[in-house]
C-alpha cells in the first residue's frame, strides 16, 4: 500500500501568522530603528572624521566611485532627479510590497524572511550607534561632492536634509550612513524576488534593484560603497542569526505549551487532547455497563448490536431479549 502525504494548504501556514500581529511586530522595529536614528546622533565632529576616514580608505584601496558616479547624477538632471526619487521612496515602497508578496504567494517562506529582514534592520541599528558617519554630501566641499538632494530639492518633496519632507529634516538622523540598510533592504528584496519569483521577468528584477540602489545611494552621495558593503554585510549577519532566533522562539513556545498542559501537533494547529483507552485492554465504563454479565441463559436469544442489525436498537421496544425473560 502507498501513502501519500499532502502538503498543508498555504492557509493553513498563514493561520499561524495573523496579519493583526504581524503588522504591529514590523511597527515595532520599525519605530526601533527610526527612533535609533533620532536618539543616536553622536557628536558631529567624530561622525565627520568617521566619513572621510571612510573615504581616506576607500582612496588607498582604490575603490572610490563615489565621485565619478556623484558626477554623473549632478551634471545630468535626467539622471538625477530620478535618483533622488528612488532614494527618497523605493524603500519605504518596494521593501513592504515584497512583505505582502511573500504573505500572499509563499507564505510557507514568509516567517523566516520577516525575521531575517528585522534582525538585519537591528544589527544595522547597532551599526549606527556604534560608529555615526557623516555622509559624502555633508562633507566639506573640497572633498569634491554635490548634494543633490539639495540640487534638485524644487523636483520633489525633500528638504536639504536628507530624505526627510521639507521642514521635517530635524525627525531624521543625518550621521546614520555606515552601514547602508537602503543597499540591505534592496539585497534583500532582490534576493526575495529571485528565489521565489516564478518568472524571468520577476527574477530580473531581484537582480537589478540591488544594483539600482547601490548606484542611486553613491551617486545621490547619500553613502559611501564600503556603506554599501556594509549593508551587505549586515544581511548576511542577519540571514545566519534568522534560523537560531526561529529555533529559539520555538522552544520557548514549546515549553509554555508543555507548562500548560496543552499539546501541540506537528503542522502547529490549535491543541488536540488525545483520548485514547487505558492500557491492558481495559474496557470503557460506558462498555462495561452496557455488557450482559455472565452466561446468557438457556433460551435466551443473544442481543444483537447495531452493526449486525443495521439499524440501533430502541430500548423501549418490545424485542427479543423482553419476550425471553424468565419469569
Request: hydrophobic share 45%.
Amino acid at each position: 500500500m502507498t501513502i501519500t502525504a499532502t502538503a498543508p494548504r498555504a492557509s493553513a501556514y498563514r493561520g499561524r501568522l495573523r496579519w493583526w500581529t504581524e503588522l504591529p511586530l514590523i511597527a515595532v522595529v520599525y519605530a526601533l530603528y527610526s527612533c535609533g536614528r533620532l536618539l543616536v546622533r553622536g557628536d558631529v565632529d567624530s561622525a565627520m572624521e568617521s566619513g572621510i576616514d571612510i573615504l581616506h580608505l576607500e582612496e588607498l584601496m582604490r575603490i572610490d566611485p563615489e565621485r565619478w558616479l556623484n558626477g554623473i547624477c549632478t551634471k545630468y538632471a535626467a539622471i538625477g532627479v530620478p535618483a533622488d526619487f528612488a532614494y527618497a521612496s523605493l524603500h519605504y515602497l518596494v521593501t513592504p510590497a515584497i512583505l505582502v508578496w511573500l504573505w500572499r504567494r509563499r507564505p510557507t517562506h514568509y516567517r523566516a524572511a520577516r525575521t531575517w529582514l528585522m534582525l538585519s534592520t537591528l544589527i544595522g541599528l547597532i551599526g549606527f550607534t556604534l560608529t555615526p558617519t557623516a555622509p559624502p554630501r555633508l562633507l566639506d566641499s573640497s572633498h569634491g561632492f554635490i548634494d543633490t538632494m539639495a540640487q534638485y530639492g524644487s523636483y520633489g518633496w525633500w528638504g536639504q536634509e536628507a530624505s526627510a519632507p521639507r521642514g521635517l529634516g530635524g525627525l531624521t538622523n543625518q550621521y546614520a550612513a555606515m552601514p547602508s540598510l537602503h543597499v540591505g533592504w534592496a539585497l534583500w528584496c532582490g534576493i526575495m524576488l529571485w528565489r521565489y519569483g516564478r518568472t524571468p521577468l520577476v527574477r530580473s528584477l531581484g537582480i537589478l534593484y540591488p544594483l539600482l540602489t547601490t548606484f542611486v545611494v553613491m551617486g545621490t552621495a547619500n553613502h559611501y560603497l564600503l556603506d554599501a558593503v556594509a549593508g551587505a554585510a549586515v544581511m548576511g549577519i542577519g540571514y545566519l542569526l534568522a534560523p537560531k532566533a526561529l529555533a529559539a522562539v520555538d522552544a520557548l513556545r514549546a515549553r509554555r505549551a508543555v507548562r500548560s498542559g496543552a499539546t501541540t501537533s506537528a503542522e502547529g494547529h490549535s491543541p488536540v487532547v488525545a483520548a485514547s483507552a487505558p492500557s491492558g485492554g481495559t474496557k470503557s465504563p460506558t462498555a462495561s455497563r452496557n455488557a450482559p454479565h455472565g452466561p446468557a441463559p438457556s433460551g435466551v436469544p443473544t442481543p444483537r448490536t447495531a452493526s449486525q442489525d443495521g439499524h440501533r436498537a430502541d430500548p423501549t421496544s418490545r424485542s427479543s431479549v423482553g419476550q425471553g425473560r424468565l419469569s
